[in-house]
């Protein structure tokens, strides 16, 4: 699959299917449209073309929106696109002046004279331009010219993908990853770079690397311990993550994201890895004592495994 994060000189794409939205998570209401939008391809002989955006929109029309989190980071997403079996993903700078486009100049200058689409998938209430004038029955102008055909996904059928992304953030808010997992498709995933810590998981005898999220609009689930597998250089390995602010440590009260691989020894500072949801083990909470901490992370560690290894 090809990624572009830029307009400019996008290459031809032979009888582009094309279809544009936020794809946040790719789950399983996304994953039928995608399987549309494939069999077209297939069908006319083309390729599969997922347009995207970046910022997320809301992050640019509404500001204000903070409590917004993002189910995929960029880089998730488009890996999930490329396992789903699309062709060519591209991420469109989200700005205002992207938006304050007219309705005809959205469909001229940015549908068609960048992509020349042989077909154009999009929703009912599909929306775009300056204030969002432009809708789908001025895409349908355009078909009746013969530039592009269109595909209406059914009313129906989109507001179902809304509810799904809705139950998958609120899954994930109270732990329930298994849950989410099962609405999406696939594992829920976090993707960071390892920094170094404290080193008080490695005095403890299970160190931990500490997960820094490049993404600050990335949905974080509910404080507690998690059963994971974790993907270093496209190996999995299990492991157990813990996220919330370390309440039995003295000074040390800042949130943070560290998970313990097992049965590995790596020196893996600076390394990319990326972290599927298993199942949530337990709240986090506050021990009286250092070994009173490494006792419950025994005990985390073998309900990790059994989880993990299907016991």
């Known amino acids: 699959m090809k990624v572009f994060k830029k307009l400019e000189n996008l290459p031809p794409v032979p009888n582009a299917i094309l279809t544009i939205g936020s794809f946040d998570g790719v789950h399983k209401g996304h994953q039928k449209i995608l399987s549309q939008v494939s069999d077209l391809a297939k069908s006319e002989n083309g390729e599969s073309v997922v347009v995207t955006f970046h910022p997320h929109p809301r992050h640019v029309l509404s500001p204000e929106a903070s409590s917004f989190k993002l189910i995929t980071t960029v880089e998730e997403k488009a890996a999930l696109l490329a396992h789903y079996g699309i062709d060519n993903v591209v991420v469109v700078p989200f700005t205002p002046d992207f938006f304050q486009q ?3 100049a959205y469909i001229e200058d940015f549908l068609i004279d960048r ?54 953030r609120n899954a ?76 039995t440590l003295a000074n040390h009260h800042n949130k943070t994201i560290e998970v313990n691989i097992f049965d590995f020894d790596q020196q893996i500072y600076g390394d990319q890895l990326r972290i599927d949801f ?3 083990l337990r709240k986090d909470q506050r021990f009286d004592g250092l070994e009173a901490l490494k006792a419950q992370l025994a005990r985390d560690k073998v309900a990790a495994l059994g989880v993990l290894n299907g016991c």
């Open 102 to 104: 007219t309705p005809k």
């Open 172 to 247: 994930l808010l109270e732990g329930a990853v298994e849950k989410a997992a099962q609405l999406l498709g696939h594992p829920f995933s976090l993707t960071g770079k390892v920094t170094h810590g404290q080193r008080i998981g490695h005095t403890l005898g299970y160190p931990t690397a500490n997960i820094e999220l490049a993404e600050p609009n990335k949905l974080i689930p509910v404080y507690g311990i998690y059963a994971v597998n974790v993907c270093h250089h496209h190996r999995m390995y299990q492991g157990m993550l813990y996220i919330g602010d370390r309440p």
């Open 278 to 280: 298993v199942k949530f």
């Open 115 to 168: 992509f020349h689409p042989r077909w154009v998938v999009i929703g009912y209430d599909h929306r775009f331009g300056n204030q969002r004038k432009g809708s789908i029955e001025d895409l349908r102008k355009y078909e009746a010219k013969g530039i592009f055909k269109l595909l209406e996904i059914e009313q129906q059928e989109v507001e179902d993908i809304a509810v799904s992304s809705t139950k998958i």
